[in-house]
Structure formats: structure tokens, C-alpha cells
């Protein structure tokens, strides 16, 4: 399937490929409140490469086209987090701002760094996120909940970070919003609730900014808009839909101590998957 030319076959291999990976997707974003580019990145990395897509929009479309999929996977996993009261809305508009902020500084800077060092960068950075859940580094005290949210100077730094960060790996951010409302005193599954939440606003101008950067580049695979390839967006989104209410229903029947847990393990395996990824595995 390379450049823009329509091969059914192929096209149809890609569909199979890409819906497994929406499952998953669906499943982690529900069950992690995280947009589901953790999985969804990896996924379209190795299945894009197979299908001989230019190397020098490989890595654009797999971010812009992973955005584009957390619109619908955060936005259906809000709605089955909402139904059990758990999503601080409060907490996303204050972020709201910042983040736009700052997936408007990461879009400008992914012309600029090297993809090597970003998946290091990013490996090292989930492999220490996991480690804290699976053994905090501080544990937060009972009645600091709904009392230290970050605030001021303090929260513009954290949700800027936030939304550049995320802009340029193609995720929704859950990760550090879990890490900050549990370090806080949130509860876990308040705080994955309202991660899901901020994987919407990250993900919308995220995705209008890919579509926009890719518009004057011709070796994009078939279907895309800019860096956002459309069947890959159809393929993840049709299955995630239906598995993130199922990753909801198992995070709210799930201990919250082993809730953090599986999701350190998970964040652990993401790292390891990334290194081994950088290193041409």
C-alpha cells in the first residue's frame, strides 16, 4: 500500500491488522483512562512498515493518525466513566488551556527532534511512571484528597508539559494525569476517569495540527489526510468503541491497589517494547 495507490488486497490485510490493534486499544483506554496511543503507535509503526510506507512520514502518520483515534476512544471512555460519577470535569476545564498550550508547541517542535531520541526519551520516562506505580516512590495521604491539585504557575507548567509531550508521541496523556491526581490524594479510579478527559482536548487540535502539517507531503499512505491515514482511523476507532465501556466495567470492579499495579506492569512492558524498538528490533 504505498504512496497513494488503492491495492484491495492489501488494504483488506491492513483493516484485519488494525482492528485487532482498535480492541486493544479500546480495552487499555477504558481500563487505564489513557487514549490508547500506548498501543496504538507501536501497532501502526510495525504494521505501516510492513505494508512499505515511505520512511520519512512513517513516524508522522503513526502520531497523527494514533491522535485522531483517541478523539473517539477517550470521548467513548469519558461517557462510561461518567455513568459511575467518577470524571472531575472541574479539573479539565481548569487544564483545558494548557494543554491546547502546549499541543500547539509540540506540533512545532516534531519537525525538529529525532525520532531515536524521542523513543528513548519516552521509554525512560514510562519505565520510571511504571515503577512508581507498581512500587511508589510517595504514597499519597488520606486526607490530602481534593485539596493539592496543582494550581497557578504550577499547573500551567504541568499541563503545557502535558500536551506537548503528548502531541509529539501521539497519546493521550493519561499516564502523567493519572501520576499527578493520584500523587495528589485523587483516588485511582477518579483519576483514571478524568485522564480520559484530558485525552479528548489533547487530541482534537493534535489531530487538526498533523492533518495540516502533512498536507503538502505526496508519499502518504492510502486514505490519508495529511498525516492522519483515514482507514486506520476507521479500522481502530469501529473496535475500540466497543471494547473501552468493557476496560471501564474491569477498572471499576478491580481493587484500586491492583489497579495500579496492572497498570504500572503495563506502562513497564511499554518501555520495554519502545527500547526494543529503538534499537531496530
Not at 89 to 99: A, E, G
Amino acid at each position: 500500500m504505498p504512496g497513494s495507490e488503492f491495492d484491495p488486497v492489501q488494504t483488506g490485510q491492513l483493516v484485519g491488522v488494525l482492528m485487532l490493534a482498535g480492541a486493544a486499544a479500546g480495552f487499555a483506554a477504558g481500563m487505564f483512562g489513557i487514549g490508547g496511543g500506548f498501543v496504538v503507535v507501536p501497532a501502526l509503526l510495525l504494521v505501516f512498515g510492513m505494508f512499505q510506507v515511505d520512511p520519512l512520514v512513517l513516524s508522522h502518520v503513526a502520531i497523527g493518525t494514533s491522535l485522531a483515534t483517541i478523539i473517539v476512544t477517550s470521548l467513548r471512555s469519558v461517557h462510561a466513566h461518567s455513568k459511575h460519577g467518577a470524571v472531575d470535569f472541574q479539573v479539565i476545564r481548569d487544564w483545558t488551556p494548557w494543554l491546547v498550550l502546549g499541543v500547539t508547541l509540540g506540533l512545532v517542535l516534531a519537525r525538529m527532534l529525532d525520532g531515536t531520541a524521542l523513543k528513548w526519551i519516552f521509554a525512560i520516562g514510562v519505565l520510571i511512571l511504571g515503577l512508581h506505580f507498581i512500587i511508589p516512590l510517595v504514597r499519597p495521604k488520606p486526607d490530602a484528597a481534593r485539596r493539592d491539585m496543582p494550581r497557578g504557575p504550577f499547573l500551567a507548567a504541568i499541563a503545557t508539559f502535558l500536551g506537548a509531550f503528548s502531541a509529539l508521541l501521539g497519546i493521550g496523556g493519561g499516564t502523567i494525569a493519572v501520576l499527578v491526581m493520584t500523587a495528589c490524594g485523587r483516588p485511582i479510579h477518579q483519576a483514571v476517569a478524568t485522564a480520559a478527559g484530558f485525552g479528548v482536548v489533547i487530541a482534537i487540535p493534535g489531530t487538526i495540527g498533523f492533518a495540516l502539517l502533512g498536507l503538502a507531503h505526496s508519499e502518504l499512505p492510502f486514505g490519508s489526510f495529511g498525516y492522519i491515514n483515514l482507514i486506520a482511523v476507521a479500522a481502530i476507532t469501529a473496535m475500540s468503541f466497543v471494547t473501552a465501556p468493557l476496560g471501564v466495567r474491569v477498572a471499576h470492579r478491580i481493587n484500586a491497589r491492583a489497579l495500579e499495579k496492572a497498570f504500572g506492569v503495563y506502562l513497564v512492558a511499554t518501555s520495554a517494547l519502545v527500547l526494543h524498538n529503538s534499537m531496530g528490533g
